[in-house]
């Protein structure tokens, strides 16, 4: 299928798999090849809209439910925050 369209990270998988899911390999190839310009592949969000479908909001790979990133962010955000005694050495 990937033949057909760009797929150029993870949420255009998830896109791709979603659209199979939902219309059929036929219909995704057929919106695909109608809306291809020359050799060119199409982007999903052309396909998409060429079968009037709205792409759902998909999970970042790696996001995390319970928020861990996030606290790490935080933690890191705070040490940078933090005066350093060596930016006073004069």
Same mark, same amino acid.
């Not at 982007?43 to 060429?50: E, I, N, T």
């Not at 439910?65 to 955000?77: F, I, K, Q, S, T």
């Given at each position: 299928m990937e033949q057909w369209v760009r797929v150029?990270?993870?949420?255009d998988r998830q896109v *791709?798999?979603? *659209?199979?899911?939902r219309v059929g390999d036929a #219909? #995704?190839?057929? +919106? +695909?090849q109608a809306c291809a310009h020359g050799d060119t592949k199409p982007?999903? $969000?052309? #396909?998409?809209?060429?079968l009037g479908l709205s792409v759902p909001q998909f999970t970042r790979h790696g996001a995390s439910?319970?928020? #861990?990133?996030?606290?790490? *962010? +935080?933690?890191?955000?705070e040490i940078l925050r933090a005066? $350093?005694?060596r930016a006073y050495v004069r």
């Open positions: 150029q990270n993870e949420h *791709l798999a979603w *659209l199979r899911e #219909v #995704v190839t057929a +919106a +695909a982007y999903l $969000s052309m #396909v998409c809209r060429q439910a319970d928020g #861990v990133g996030e606290r790490h *962010l +935080a933690a890191m955000y005066p $350093s005694a």
